[in-house]
Each structure stands twice: as C-alpha cells, then as structure tokens.
C-alpha cells in the first residue's frame, strides 16, 4: 500500500496514459480502504473510503455508488450492521440513478454478505429488500430495451 501511495504521489498527469485520467486522489483511497477491509483493517478501511467519498464530485454517481457498498461493507466487517444499512441505502438511493451492471455486481456483493442477517435484523432485511428491488427494476429496464 504505501508503494502505490509513493507511486501515486510521483506520478505526472502528462506521462499517464490517457485511459488512467479518471484515478484521482479518491480513487487510490477508495482501493486502498478496500485492502485494509479485505486483510481485517475494517474500521482503518472505512476510514479511508469515508475520506474517499467525501472527495468524489457529486456528479460521479457510479462511483460514489461503488465507495457507499464499499463502505458498507466495511461497516458490516465492523459487525456496525446499523451504520452498514443507512449506507447500502444510500448506495440503493445512487444506484437507481445509473444503469451500470459494474453497480449490480458490487450491489449483489453487499447483498451476499447482507441476506444472512435478514432474518435477525429488520435493517438488514430492509437493505435486501431494496437490493433486490434495484437490480429486478434494472433487470426489468434491459429486458424491455
């Protein structure tokens, strides 16, 4: 992580390659957040994709949609289930403003981790609820196109 870190600092906008203009600042925090989640840094990791998403411009919906499941993973890794729900509903809330199988996907991962406590926990049921009701509203508009 800190190699990517030094890296990212020492880069040149000019000696990138035109594909790699969209990682920003936000982006590397949003990865790295996602690394300290994946090897058991859940609460370093939400930190850094908190930071991440309090950076995005708020027209890039996609991936605020991506860093909000993201983070509620991270608050789910925390066992913050409370905290995990209010963001995967933000994460809904975004989700129904872009058609983007790349947001399915990390949806249907929140999902994943989200359904086994739905028959304990109201807050969990109701953000499996409103997954399911995004991606079948999604499905539904491909289907008709």
């Known amino acids: 992580m800190l190699k990517a870190e030094r ?12 594909w790699l203009a ?5 982006e590397l925090a949003a990865d790295l957040g996602r690394c300290l989640r994946d090897v058991g840094d859940p609460d370093q990791g939400a930190s850094l994709i908190k930071q991440a998403l309090d950076t995005y ?4 919906v996609r991936s605020r949609c ?6 509620a993973l991270a608050h789910l890794a925390s066992r913050d289930l409370e905290q ?12 129904r403003q872009v ?7 990390r949806l249907h991962m929140l999902q994943r981790r ?9 807050d969990a ?3 499996d609820d409103r997954i399911t009701d995004v991606t079948r509203t999604h499905r539904d508009e491909d289907t008709a196109t």
């Open 7 to 18: 890296h990212y600092e020492r880069a040149r906008i000019d000696e990138e390659p035109t």
């Open 22 to 26: 969209f990682y920003t600042e936000a």
């Open 57 to 60: 411009e708020p027209w890039r």
């Open 66 to 71: 991506f860093v909000q499941a993201d983070l």
């Open 84 to 95: 995990a729900a209010s963001v995967g509903r933000d994460a809904v809330r975004m989700a």
């Open 99 to 105: 058609s983007s199988n790349r947001v399915l996907d």
């Open 114 to 122: 989200v359904r086994p406590l739905s028959s304990t926990s109201s």
């Open 125 to 127: 049921r109701e953000l």
